[in-house]
């Protein structure tokens, strides 16, 4: 997804104009819209004309309109979002009021205002048009002289760096020119790892190239790591897959990616996150069960003592109509994460969603036992009885 324009004022009032490229950017998208907001884009209707004779044609014609949201549909095969909504801006060939439905499309740009930009809507945006933090998986694909540092989602493949330089030939008597060049050229790599990669997010970082030259490389981010005493690359060496190619272009990854190890490393691995959490929270409940809680009454009580050290919520609840409820999510996660905790927003569209909203859609992993919960919950309810006697 391609950010266009931004724009949000101090009291969180705003517009984004998008340019969505994928399927995985519409899905995006989806949850980004919700009631009450405004959508501004290049759309159809059929309109009818009378001749003096009485007949009637009619014809489809294009117009940009902008309606408010009261609905909308998702088809997550093709990536198809159909909103409606009653039009809100004057346009020669459709009145104010009446509704139309705006088809939002790839490679078509639109405009999303909101009457309040929230934390989870600003992160949804980034998280979209950041392709570092979508992809989990970071390629080199190399050859002496020529390396091309890429990023990969389940999608598309964006080169980042593209490194080329110039490697003197073995001499007769003398590689030392040789070994310079190859020191240049394996460091302007290591410094390209640096800067780019973020281990927190990347699940592998794969290296492929003919002959030794992925191993060479392996070997001097190994050695500077070690003499630079570079803790983040130490920690993560077991993330480097070194994988063969028949050159160091980008179009070799299409080889790279049929290897069975690659495949596995590209696998939804947000989803995997999220499968193991859920599977954290489980084993809370049975090992600990005052540790674990489930219900948003639960878990903002839990909230209110600073215990959550792990939330878990769809974002589904997040999509709600009714702007209060939506409003007292996006205060929970604030909450959560102002109090150092963290916070998984599972996708509704993978079967850990699916199974947390079975739950509600809202759990917590405590960081201590909170045994009081459900007493106070007894207790609030009997108060309310000996009130209404």
């Known amino acids: 997804m391609r ?25 995006h998208v989806y949850n980004l819209i919700s ?29 940009v309109l ?63 048009c950041d392709i570092a933090k979508q992809a989990d998986v970071a390629a080199i694909v190399c050859q002496e002289g020529l390396a091309n540092v890429c990023f990969l989602t389940e999608h598309m493949t964006v080169v980042k760096q593209r490194i080329e330089t110039p490697i003197p030939r073995k001499r007769k008597g003398s590689v030392t020119n040789h070994e310079k060049g190859l020191e240049k050229f394996y460091d302007q790599i290591y410094q390209a ?85 859920l599977d954290e929270f489980y084993a809370m409940m049975n090992a600990d069960p005052d540790r674990a809680f489930y219900g948003y009454s639960h878990v903002a009580k839990a909230n209110e003592h600073g215990a959550i050290g792990t939330l878990l919520v769809t974002d589904e609840l997040f999509r709600s109509a009714d702007i209060a409820t939506r409003r007292k999510y996006v205060d929970l996660v604030e909450s959560v994460r102002s109090m150092g905790g963290t916070v998984r927003v599972f996708s509704s569209m993978h079967v850990s969603g699916e199974q947390l909203n079975l739950l509600s859609g809202v759990a917590a992993i405590l960081t201590f036992p909170f045994p009081g919960i459900d007493d106070g919950e007894e207790d609030d309810e009997e108060e309310g009885d000996n009130n209404e006697q």
């Open 3 to 27: 950010l266009i324009n931004k724009t949000v004022e101090k009291d969180a009032t705003g517009h984004v104009t998008l340019y969505p490229e994928e399927l995985e950017d519409m899905w």
């Open 35 to 63: 009631k009450e907001d405004q959508i501004k884009a290049t759309t159809f209707r059929r309109l009818q004309s009378e001749s003096s004779t009485g007949s009637t044609t009619s014809q489809r014609t294009r117009m």
């Open 66 to 128: 902008t309606i408010t949201v009261e609905s909308v549909d998702f088809d997550p095969q093709v990536g198809l979002l159909r909103i409606n909504g009653r039009v809100t801006s004057e346009n020669p060939y459709v009145k104010l009021g009446s509704y139309h439905t705006i088809d939002l499309e790839l490679n078509r740009n639109f405009t999303l205002y909101k009457p309040e930009w929230d934390i989870i809507a600003l992160e949804r945006v980034d998280e979209a």
């Open 193 to 277: 790892i640096l800067r780019l990669f973020d281990f927190n997010i990347l699940k592998a970082v794969i290296i492929a190239s003919p002959g030794f030259v992925r191993e060479q490389v392996y070997q001097y981010i190994s050695d500077q790591a070690v003499k630079t005493e570079n803790k983040t690359i130490l920690e993560n060496r077991s993330k480097f897959v070194l994988v063969h190619s028949s050159s160091g272009h980008k179009h070799s990854l299409n080889e790279v990616m049929q290897d069975p190890s690659i495949q596995n490393k590209l696998a939804d691995t947000k989803a995997a996150r999220e499968v193991q959490a």
